[in-house]
């Protein structure tokens, strides 16, 4: 399964990386959220985890244009944040997010959470 990852924090980009790569998981993964969408367009995925503060593109954004796009809008997204407030979590799920995790985050929670949006994929 493919996972895209946009995150514009170098440390913790690296992190959900390494993490999903350790976890067996196909990993492309991009400093923003323009950068992200010009990936997702090109190679596709399966599975998002999007920040939400990012240059370019937020993941707000990113997550709108995966949501009316034709290829990928049933595609899962997990919000991966430092966001902590409930309205921030509430704008995500509003604006179509299956998930919100938000940083700092432990290593086996976010494998957990990909693993459950990843059962959701297999069930199609």
Partial sequence: MKVLVA???????SLVVEVLTGGGYEVAAEEN????WN????????????????PEMDGFEVLKKIRTSGAH???????????VFAEDQIQGYETGADDYL???????VLLARVKVLERRILKK
């Avoid at 995150?7 to 980009?13: G, L, P, Q, V």
């Avoid at 990936?39 to 990012?54: H, K, P, S, T, Y």
């Avoid at 809008?73 to 966001?83: E, G």
């Fill in 7 to 13: 995150d514009d924090d170098n440390t913790f980009r």
């Fill in 33 to 36: 959220g323009l950068l992200a």
């Fill in 39 to 54: 990936r997702l367009q090109a190679e596709g995925a399966d599975l998002a985890i999007l920040d939400i503060n990012m």
């Fill in 73 to 83: 809008k049933n595609m899962p997204v997990l919000m991966l944040t430092v966001r």
């Fill in 102 to 108: 938000t940083k700092p985050f432990d290593n086996d």
